[in-house]
């Protein structure tokens, strides 16, 4: 079949919600299109603006950094070393090889050299799920290293299934106070909070896989071993269900739902939502002590950190002149 | 297993949403009253009211009428015959065979001595989809012969995965107007339009599939041959998904959703929408053409109902004394 944009390449990826199919240049002009106009359309960043990209080491995060950089934004990574047995160092090493291969700045922070122990470790410790412990604590890396390096934004690899997936989930638990979260764009609240932005909401997760492909970016490719149960994973199954039956199913929902969001781009007005700091951290919470507080205290009594520092030295990864152990 | 609650009888039905498992007779026990629960808190009869159940011959409708006469109200059955090939004379068969059975008023109203055709020609003559052409003309036939026959109220047998999966299709396609429409009991907003209720919304397809087997109700098994692709099968299906990997998610879905509606019970102020008189058949419309007469109109013209009826004569199943044909 050829390319139904340029006539003549033969096709890499259908796209059923499009009506449309695409060669391997074709597609690359189309995903860094879409990207373009998420940035443009929700003010993510200016042309000139330092973006620190977060980068898990899988499809998305690796193929935003690559997609920010070849468009010539100025990006530094941020890495959360999550210490889960095997995924973890997979995916810092994953992570810190595309870094050194292009020359790209990147920081690395490490749970368990700061907390003591990693996610699981956590999440026992504070009695959580391990994906609620994981992101609470990743969130806080990412504003914190973000703000104290001088970021004004920190973009994320979330992709349209994993907006789908989450509205569809906020809709059937009827959490209508998370749907105001669910923007692409989040201005920042608070002098101490970093912009968040999302420049792959308009891009599906098989888009990102066969981008990565395309550009053979080397990536992780398990699913985090702790997400095997998550109900995100419950939501996308049921959403390309309905998407395989009736194209663009997934885009609608979720395009319609913030076309009739008021536009919460950068520089919009901030919700009014009072906060405080926290009494531990200083960090800016709704409460007194902070959700991060929450999950890394039990820790942190139970396993000071600098015992654990000391056990177990540097990484064993060779850190490249660009790379930044945060916690060393 | 036995029974959770009364520890003695056989389990027949595994409830994972109530995190029970009954018996026969507990199961039935529950079964009534969760309708009685429903028709009470929704005000959708009283106790003396006639009420008109609309039955199709499939599980939910013979199962609601079951209910409603067991539980001592005062009912007239509806069937309306679609003339869909095989599957509309087995289901006025089975709806038949279960009022004679039970000494119930049954109303038949065959849309093709009504009309010169049934809801495949319907479909075709005005380019709707057969299920739109059916639904419609349904509704109208329900109504108008209520009305006529001094009801002030409609029963219908949807049920939870009905409710949750129309639900689930309009947030999708975010058809925001429709949700004030998902009420288990819309009052009347027209001197012309009787009120309808759902007495099943509290219970699922499964439990109703139960039900009619326990009580040895034979019905329509096969679903509508038109249906096979529709929408609404396909989030349920979704739904159902969901549900196993987390049993209540319809439920709280639904449910919730309700509460955070206003109650639109029964004799609530009707919703500020003004409805005209139909210029072809004075039905009330939000129009001038009502959406009946705008699937009957093309077929009418086409095929004069009167020299279909001539052919076709009166049907062949046997009429008992309580089944009065509509259109005859």
């Known amino acids: 079949m050829r390319c139904k944009r340029c006539r003549s390449k033969p096709v890499v990826l259908k796209l059923p919600r499009h009506h449309t199919a695409l060669c391997a240049d074709c597609f690359d002009h189309y995903v860094i299109d879409q990207v373009g106009r998420a940035i443009r359309h929700y003010r993510m960043f200016r042309r000139e603006e330092p973006?620190?990209?977060?980068?898990?080491?899988?499809?998305?995060?690796?193929?935003?950094?690559?997609?920010?950089?070849?468009?010539?934004?100025?990006?530094?990574?941020?890495?959360?070393?999550?210490?889960?047995?095997?995924?973890s160092r997979d995916s810092e090493t994953t992570t810190r090889a595309f870094a050194e291969a292009r020359r790209l700045p990147l920081v690395v922070h490490d749970l368990a050299r700061e907390y003591g122990g990693g996610v699981t470790a956590m999440a026992e410790a504070s009695r959580r799920s391990a994906?609620?412990?994981?992101?609470?604590?990743?969130?806080?890396?990412?504003?914190?290293?973000?703000?104290?390096?001088?970021?004004h934004v920190v973009a994320t690899g979330h992709n349209l299934d994993d907006e789908a997936a989450r509205l569809l989930g906020n809709l059937l638990h009827w959490q209508v106070d998370y749907?105001?979260?669910?923007?692409?764009?989040?201005?920042?609240?608070?002098?101490?909070?970093?912009?968040?932005?999302?420049?792959?909401?308009?891009?599906?997760?098989?888009?990102?896989?066969?981008?990565?492909?395309?550009?053979?970016?080397?990536?992780v490719i398990d699913e985090c071993p702790m997400s095997h149960d998550a109900n995100s994973l419950q939501y996308k199954a049921a959403l390309n269900q309905l998407e395989q039956h009736s194209p663009g199913t997934k885009q609608f929902f979720y395009l319609e739902f913030l076309r009739r969001q008021p536009l919460a781009g950068v520089g919009a007005a901030a919700e009014e939502v009072v906060l405080n700091e926290c009494v531990r951290c200083g960090e800016p919470t709704t409460g007194t002590l902070c959700g991060h507080c929450r999950v890394v205290e039990p820790l942190r009594q139970a396993r000071p950190a600098e015992t654990v520092r000391q056990h177990e030295g540097p990484p064993a990864a060779s850190v490249a002149p660009m790379v930044v152990d945060w916690d060393s």
Chains 1, 2 share one sequence.
């Open 51 to 87: 973006v620190l990209v977060a980068v898990s080491g899988g499809k998305d995060s690796l193929g935003l950094w690559d997609l920010l950089d070849r468009m010539g934004y100025r990006t530094t990574g941020v890495h959360v070393q999550q210490g889960i047995d095997g995924y």
């Open 179 to 219: 749907l105001s979260k669910q923007s692409p764009a989040l201005p920042s609240s608070h002098a101490k909070l970093v912009r968040k932005v999302k420049p792959l909401f308009r891009l599906t997760e098989r888009e990102m896989a066969a981008y990565a492909v395309l550009r053979k970016i080397e990536y």
């Open 131 to 151: 994906c609620s412990a994981c992101g609470t604590v990743k969130r806080y890396a990412f504003n914190t290293i973000g703000r104290e390096l001088g970021f």
